[in-house]
Every structure is written in structure tokens, then in C-alpha cells.
């Protein structure tokens, strides 16, 4: 895969599993639900739930975003 297809893959996963609420499963996004179902001990966990920005550039100006 190119570089510009693997980002853009990332960028489609971030938003399907971390921001995208989906209705199967109370309206929660996956990350959400996973974390509550099956995380039951947080202070056992170093997974936290936040969304943290990416940075966007291209060094190569191969891909326009």
C-alpha cells in the first residue's frame, strides 16, 4: 500500500472505532464499548479512552489532505 493509502486507512479506523457511534451497540463507538464491557478494573489498565490529534503532514507532497 502507498503511503497516502495507509493514512488515509488510518484516518478511516480512527474514525469507525473510535468517534463513530453505532447503533448495534447502544449508540457507544467500539472503543467505548469494549472499555466498559470488558475493562472492569481501569485502575488494572493502562488504556485510556481519549482522542488525541494527529498531526498531518507530508514531507514528500505526495498526498493532498
Known amino acids: 500500500l502507498s503511503s497516502c493509502l495507509k493514512g488515509e486507512l488510518v484516518e478511516y479506523l480512527i474514525l469507525y472505532n473510535i468517534k463513530k457511534l453505532h447503533h448495534r451497540i447502544n449508540n ?4 467505548r464499548y469494549y472499555l466498559e464491557r470488558f475493562i472492569t478494573t481501569p485502575e488494572k489498565s493502562n488504556i485510556l479512552a481519549t482522542l488525541t490529534r494527529i498531526c498531518k503532514f507530508d514531507l514528500l507532497g505526495v498526498c493532498s489532505h
Open 28 to 31: 457507544l463507538t467500539p472503543l
